[in-house]
């Protein structure tokens, strides 16, 4: 199974950036469309961004639109999330996961229910941004 490591997150103050890793060692990447999630306690699972496997297609949730931009290096392993004027409501642990099915439909990569299977997820890296 893919293993996919997540890195990145941190503390940082409203209005500051950071930039998220989602990497392999072992496989590479370019077979899968990969997706940035997050959860807080409490709330639900939101798809922030996808890409397709050549990166030609990308989705950004609302809530990020503007702020947040996904790219990938297939090459390296590794897609990345640079999250630019972070806000307290960005607060969460951030996932990514992988997708061998989706192609251009990252939207609904994004935004499948709980009964969806991805490939594989990673363990997961906090981002907390105090008010």
């Known amino acids: 199974q893919l293993q996919l490591v997540e890195s990145g997150g941190g503390l940082v103050q409203t209005g500051g950036s950071l930039r998220l890793s989602c990497a392999t060692s072992?496989?590479?990447?370019?077979?899968?469309?990969i997706g940035w999630f997050r959860q807080a306690p409490g709330k639900e699972r939101e798809g922030v961004s996808c890409?397709?496997?050549?990166?030609?297609?990308?989705y950004y949730a609302d809530s990020v639109k503007g702020r947040f931009t996904i790219s990938r290096d297939n090459a390296k392993s590794t897609v990345y999330l640079q999250m630019n004027s972070l806000q307290p409501e960005d607060t969460a642990t951030y996932y990514c996961a992988a997708d061998s099915k989706a192609r251009t439909n990252v939207q609904s990569m994004c935004n499948h229910g709980p009964e969806y299977s991805y490939d594989n997820w990673g363990q997961g890296t906090q981002v907390t941004v105090s008010s």
């Open positions: 072992r496989f590479t990447l370019d077979s899968y469309a």
């Open positions: 890409i397709s496997r050549g990166g030609l297609f990308i």
